[in-house]
């Protein structure tokens, strides 16, 4: 059908073409596409660069019917016979391209979709936003959508389209400021970025898709289409029992780990394993030494390496140095395969401040606060989410739950905590804005936290919520009925911080910090915690763990052994950081490997089998379990003997049918005959001695002993036992 260029583009303002060539309209489906002009069909694309379009109607017989320049700038228009689907024929000056027309879609996102994203509680973010891998109307292709209410135009650019903004802009939805636009015959690994021009016609930096579900390996920073197919899991029964985990009776003990830095291939560049590689190496590793859990510090997308995944971007994404998602899935199918559970650090804090991701968005402080004094960390030089804002607290709740549904992590390890809960956090006196009622409390952040965990724990029944909080805000634990905040654990840093102090002491002055070793026990029932040796303890100039041990090697081995003997008697989950269950020497170096050549020596060999024994005894053992959350599970033995730096902890279950005496000599010097008052006659019978000689010590200790009927520490019955320079030994409760 001929038309005359001027009826092809009819109606149409020549400043609306003008600004559409020039990438500055923000309705493109309004001039391209499909429309009725004087009841025809008038088709309309914009392909700068093209030498010539030719259209195919479906029902035509693959007849192809030539386009019209109707704009110098690669402006095409024809009319159509009938009407229905079509295709173009495109011929590039090097290639011939066959598409869809991305401008005869129709709506995209239902009405109900856009409502539940304005309101914050479109918990399936990572399904319909970013790019989803699909098809429409028959045609495969890939949906994108962006939320960027304050733009002028935005624009889906990639490999697919010469990065060239002004070809694929895309549809405002403005009653929820949602962009989107359906792109034909790509799909998953295609790399793309939006380009936004901002209200005031300002073109920003090409910025990466915030719910991106995968992305560009650092330093590159394009987002990546994302398979839409489900990963093949084998772990049905592991998700089914996942409930009874979350309860915390049983045993919890983490191997956190920086998976850049676990085992480097000096072979191979020193690169880093990736997820196949680890779920050959690493789980293995874990299993054998019998943790119950793997922390993975932040595997999100992050640009900066040395933030070790604190300083994300990529909320919905992992990072592309380790592999695919699929991958990643494996590894944790992998894991769940060999009953090790998998807890993610995940950071809603603060992100960073490149230019090509959330920072002003769509031109504005869209995840920000505009003000910097909520909006800027100082200490990090990040911006702080905007947790007043719906979209933004829906957004990182979407990105909570897209862990735990799709990739089934069994917990997230809420990091920064107390940054989030005080407005005046780590800021002068005039430097920060009170809340509403003149106080230091950010109230936004007391709402999202207790959102996060009801949503957390009605959705993701097998999954449980840990907070890095280093205050003594009230509640962290408590149930969100009960006006708490709904964590399930949070790091015990008080007992980390006191207890590496007393460590740090001379033997022979530990006397004088006796009450730093007992005052864990003061407040230990207020919280359900976890005692962390985290990655914090062992860099930025701290030394290892071994290094803040006084005395030579021996002492400083036997120390630690004594130490980490304490703590998995002390009520509290356990963890521990990479590289400690070897006492590594030197403090941990994330371009570095673990110093594994260390293995080769028996004392760091015997340390290693130390911790799987430890871990084993806390398995096999229901009466070093039930106190880490219950008071009547433990009692101070000896808590008062500062003269000789002697602590001795009753370990039982509830109803007194298991029970452990661990008894800690924090002194060089051995101790034979010493009297400990017991809760019951019977045989004492030794389990577990930090100063075998299996794991490095002098091997000094006893097989049992057995109660005599002499009051001791407020006790009718007590034994007689040695105790070992520098250890702690494990008594358990036999009878008679």
């Known amino acids: ?138 045609v495969e292709g890939v949906r994108f959508a962006v939320w960027a209410p304050t733009a002028r135009r935005v624009s889906v650019v990639g490999d697919f389209n010469a990065w060239d903004g002004r070809r694929h802009p895309m549809r ?19 790399r793309y970025k939006f380009e936004i021009v901002d209200q005031n016609g300002n073109l920003l930096p090409q910025k990466a898709d915030p719910v991106a579900r995968a992305s560009e390996a650092a330093p590159a920073t394009a987002s990546i289409v994302a398979s839409s197919r489900p990963f093949q899991w084998t772990d049905g029964e592991w998700m089914r029992q996942g409930a009874a985990k979350r309860s915390g009776e049983g045993p919890i ?54 933030s070790w995944g ?69 200490d990090w030089n990040t911006l702080i989410y905007n947790l007043g804002r719906n979209e933004v607290k829906g957004f990182l709740i979407a990105s909570a ?14 990091d920064a905590v107390a940054s989030m809960l005080y407005r005046d956090y780590s800021r002068n006196a005039d430097e920060w804005i009170p809340n509403k009622y003149g106080g230091r409390e950010n109230l936004e952040s007391v709402e999202f936290f207790k959102h996060l965990n009801s949503i957390i724990h009605q959705r993701c029944p097998h999954a449980f919520t840990v907070a890095e909080e280093s205050t003594a805000w009230p509640g962290v634990t408590k149930p969100v009925e009960e006006g708490g905040l709904g964590f399930d654990f949070k790091w015990n840093m008080g007992w980390m911080h006191d207890t590496l102090h007393y460590m740090q002491e001379e033997p022979v002055y530990r006397k004088y910090h006796h009450g730093t070793m007992t005052f864990g026990m003061v407040y230990a029932y207020s919280e359900r915690f976890m005692l962390p040796l985290s990655h914090d303890e062992v860099v930025h100039g701290k030394g290892s763990l071994l290094g803040k041990m006084p005395g030579d090697h021996w002492q400083k081995m036997a120390n630690l052994r004594a ?16 590289g400690c269950e070897i006492a590594q020497e030197t403090e941990w170096n ?40 219950h008071p009547d599970g433990f009692e101070w033995v000896i808590g008062d003997d500062a003269e000789n730096s002697v602590f001795g902890m009753l370990r039982k279950t509830g109803d007194g049918s298991a029970m452990v005496v661990a008894i800690s000599n924090m002194t060089p010097v051995p101790r034979q005959g010493y009297r400990v008052g017991v809760p019951r006659e019977g045989r004492w019978q030794e389990v577990l001695n930090t100063d075998a000689v299996v794991y490095g010590g002098s091997n000094l200790g006893n097989v049992e002993a057995r109660s005599e009927p002499q009051p001791s520490h407020g006790r009718d019955h007590s034994i007689l036992v040695t105790l070992p320079p520098l250890a702690t030994i494990y008594l358990k409760w036999q009878p008679a």
């Open 1 to 138: 059908m001929n038309m005359e260029r001027s009826e092809l583009i009819a109606g149409l303002d020549r400043d609306a073409v003008n600004a559409l060539v020039d990438g500055r309209h923000g309705d493109p489906f309004s001039i391209l596409g499909p429309h009725v002009v004087n009841g025809i069909t008038v088709v309309r694309v914009f392909l700068p660069g093209a030498e010539g379009v030719e259209i195919l109607q479906a029902d035509a017989s693959a007849v192809r019917t030539k386009m019209h320049p109707v704009h110098e700038a690669g402006l095409f228009a024809t009319a159509l016979e009938t009407g229905g689907r079509y295709s173009f024929r495109i011929q590039w000056p090097d290639a011939v391209q066959e598409t869809e027309d991305p401008y005869s879609f129709g709506l995209l996102l239902g009405e109900l979709d856009l409502h539940l994203i304005s309101q914050g509680t479109h918990y399936d973010l990572g399904r319909t936003m970013g790019a989803r891998a699909m098809e429409v109307d028959g």
């Open 172 to 190: 405002l939805r403005p009653q929820a400021g949602i962009w989107e636009i359906f792109l034909p015959r790509i799909g998953p690994g295609d």
């Open 253 to 306: 003990s983490v191997y956190e780990v920086h998976l850049g830095s676990w085992l480097r291939v000096a072979e191979e560049g020193n690169r880093s394993l990736d997820w196949v590689e680890l779920s050959q190496r690493l789980v293995p590793y874990v299993a054998k030494l019998g943790f119950t859990h793997i922390e993975l510090m932040p595997i999100m997308e992050h640009p900066f390496g040395g």
């Open 310 to 378: 604190y300083q994300p971007l990529g909320l919905f994404a992992p990072t592309g140095r380790y592999g695919t998602p699929e991958d990643l899935a494996y590894f944790i199918d992998r894991c769940h395969a060999c009953g090790i559970g998998v807890i993610l650090d995940w950071v809603p804090a603060h992100f960073p401040t490149d230019p090509w991701g959330l920072a002003r968005f769509d031109g504005t402080a869209l995840y920000e606060h505009e003000d910097p004094r909520e909006g800027f960390h100082k």
């Open 401 to 414: 739950l897209e862990w735990l549904e799709h990739f089934h992590i069994d917990a997230l390890r809420v």
């Open 563 to 578: 130490y980490f003997g304490f703590m998995w008697a002390h009520p509290g989950k356990k963890l521990i950081f990479m």
């Open 590 to 629: 994330h371009d570095a490997s673990i110093v594994w050549d260390l293995l080769d020596r028996p004392d760091h060999a015997g340390m290693q089998r130390l911790i799987g024994d430890l871990n084993r005894l806390y398995a096999e053992e229901p009466a070093l379990q039930h106190g880490d959350l």
